[in-house]
């Protein structure tokens, strides 16, 4: 039987005063025993903290089943509820508020867990304390703990994105100078001086040419930027590997007799490909003028490109400067530049293979390199090979 104890008390009345007091027991119940007057521990702890004699403990359980007022358990779905009003309390605490305001309001919520039972111990209803108080503590740990590390990794973003602007403002601060003072210097002693014709038209095609140095490096910049944040739409056009490495061959093979490197093409392979034609030309060009520009004079470059298990793999190899194992893991990262490169003289900006390496990814391929210091590098661009509509037709023609 769930006794509900009286906050009050029992009126309990002396032997000693009984002909003074006889009044307030007309019409009671009156309930007879002695009470231990030494200090042993033979009382009963009420819920109130109250020492309560046994005869007081008979006193209160007939109270309770003369009034009928039992003490009823909580339901199951009544300690569900608030337990969980307790987690989804945590949770939008902090993540609507940060910093000590959020931490008061969970110490609030915290103070309030406990004062339930007590409340509803009050009103006649036994709630269990060890659910709402446990719910309410591991929900305003875990959403603390929560929010403190996502505020932490999102302060690591915002110092890296702050990072990576900071460099991509050097990098156009430092890099478009240059051309940017050829076309200044040049139209200025076009305007100052008189000069042949032979002379003026040699400064219009320095400041033709600076100018498209200029335009190339913005638009580098903004390919970089629009593919890391996915911004950029790729088209989807059907070609051959073996055309775009035609293409790129015919573009690189002046700046190779430059520094008189051979370049040469094995047997192509007719495996096609799909997206954007454009881009996937200037990923593999860069990976050509990357060769050329750090491999030594009298050297050559090697071009393959291969079917092999339904991937179309379209390498470069060189036998450049080459990169040890540490370098190889930092190549894709936008601004890096191996010690080797920049120790070469070569001008780089270090975005380049960032760029090929996010075409390459949105086309569904990836990258894979092997290098070696001094002996060389390959880098191979791999992509999953569809099949052309000639081949298609032809699959037709031998089923028909």
Not at 53 to 71: N, Y
Not at 86 to 100: E, V
Not at 201 to 214: D, T
Not at 279 to 304: C, D, H
């Given at each position: 039987?769930?006794?509900?104890?009286?906050?009050?008390g029992?009126?309990?009345?002396?032997?000693?005063?009984?002909h003074?007091?006889?009044?307030?027991?007309?019409?009671?119940?009156?309930?007879?025993?002695?009470?231990a007057?030494?200090?042993?521990?033979?009382?009963?702890?009420?819920?109130?903290?109250?020492?309560?004699?046994?005869?007081?403990?008979?006193?209160?359980?007939?109270?309770?089943?003369?009034?009928?007022?039992?003490?009823?358990?909580?339901?199951?779905?009544?300690?569900?509820?608030?337990?969980?009003?307790?987690?989804?309390?945590?949770?939008?605490?902090?993540?609507?508020?940060?910093?000590?305001l959020?931490?008061?309001?969970?110490?609030?919520?915290?103070g309030?867990?406990?004062?339930?039972?007590?409340?509803?111990?009050?009103?006649?209803?036994?709630?269990?304390?060890?659910?709402?108080?446990?719910?309410?503590?591991?929900?305003?740990?875990?959403?603390?703990?929560?929010q403190?590390?996502?505020?932490?990794?999102?302060?690591?973003?915002?110092?890296?994105?702050?990072?990576?602007?900071?460099?991509?403002?050097?990098?156009?601060?430092?890099?478009?100078?240059?051309?940017?003072?050829?076309?200044?210097?040049?139209s200025?002693?076009?305007?100052?001086?008189?000069?042949?014709e032979?002379?003026?038209?040699?400064?219009?095609?320095?400041?033709?040419?600076?100018?498209?140095?200029l335009?190339?490096?913005?638009?580098?910049?903004?390919?970089v930027?629009?593919?890391?944040?996915?911004?950029?739409?790729?088209?989807?056009?059907?070609?051959?590997?073996?055309?775009?490495?035609?293409?790129?061959?015919?573009?690189?093979?002046?700046?190779?007799?430059?520094?008189?490197?051979?370049?040469?093409?094995?047997a192509?392979?007719?495996?096609?490909?799909?997206?954007?034609?454009?881009?996937?030309?200037?990923?593999?060009?860069?990976?050509?003028?990357?060769?050329?520009?750090?491999?030594?004079?009298?050297?050559?470059?090697?071009?393959?490109?291969?079917?092999?298990?339904?991937?179309?793999?379209?390498?470069?190899r060189?036998?450049?400067?080459?990169?040890?194992?540490?370098?190889?893991?930092?190549?894709?990262?936008?601004?890096?530049?191996?010690?080797?490169?920049?120790?070469?003289?070569?001008?780089?900006?270090?975005?380049?293979?960032?760029?090929?390496e996010?075409?390459?990814?949105?086309?569904?391929?990836?990258?894979?390199?092997?290098?070696?210091?001094?002996?060389?590098?390959?880098?191979?661009?791999?992509?999953?090979?569809?099949?052309?509509?000639?081949?298609?037709?032809?699959?037709?023609?031998?089923?028909?």
């Amino acid at each position: 039987m769930l006794i509900r104890y009286l906050p009050s008390g029992i009126p309990m009345v002396s032997v000693s005063e009984l002909h003074q007091r006889a009044e307030i027991l007309r019409g009671k119940t009156v309930f007879l025993g002695v009470t231990a007057l030494s200090a042993a521990h033979d009382r009963l702890v009420n819920p109130y903290g109250q020492n309560v004699p046994g005869v007081a403990v008979h006193a209160h359980a007939f109270e309770t089943m003369a009034r009928g007022r039992f003490l009823t358990p909580a339901r199951d779905v009544t300690v569900l509820a608030l337990c969980a009003l307790f987690a989804a309390g945590a949770g939008l605490t902090f993540m609507l508020l940060s910093g000590w305001l959020g931490y008061a309001c969970g110490v609030i919520m915290l103070g309030v867990a406990h004062a339930v039972p007590i409340l509803f111990f009050r009103n006649g209803v036994l709630f269990p304390f060890f659910a709402p108080v446990s719910v309410a503590w591991l929900a305003t740990a875990g959403a603390a703990s929560f929010q403190y590390f996502f505020v932490r990794r999102q302060l690591r973003r915002s110092e890296s994105e702050k990072s990576r602007y900071q460099q991509a403002i050097h990098w156009a601060a430092h890099e478009m100078r240059t051309p940017l003072t050829a076309i200044q210097g040049s139209s200025e002693i076009m305007s100052r001086y008189a000069m042949s014709e032979e002379k003026r038209h040699q400064l219009s095609e320095m400041i033709n040419s600076e100018s498209k140095r200029l335009a190339r490096m913005i638009q580098t910049f903004l390919d970089v930027e629009r593919l890391t944040d996915g911004q950029m739409e790729l088209k989807r056009e059907s070609f051959t590997a073996s055309e775009i490495i035609d293409v790129c061959l015919k573009r690189v093979q002046p700046i190779a007799e430059r520094k008189k490197i051979s370049v040469s093409l094995g047997a192509p392979v007719d495996g096609t490909l799909t997206g954007d034609r454009e881009l996937m030309e200037y990923a593999f060009y860069n990976l050509l003028t990357n060769s050329v520009k750090y491999s030594p004079s009298g050297t050559e470059i090697r071009i393959t490109a291969e079917l092999h298990d339904g991937d179309v793999r379209m390498a470069v190899r060189d036998q450049g400067i080459g990169m040890d194992a540490k370098e190889l893991k930092n190549i894709f990262k936008k601004f890096y530049r191996t010690k080797r490169a920049e120790a070469s003289g070569e001008v780089g900006t270090g975005i380049g293979l960032s760029i090929v390496e996010q075409i390459v990814k949105h086309h569904g391929g990836r990258m894979e390199v092997i290098s070696e210091p001094g002996k060389g590098s390959c880098f191979t661009m791999v992509f999953k090979a569809h099949a052309s509509a000639s081949s298609n037709a032809e699959t037709a023609n031998r089923r028909g």
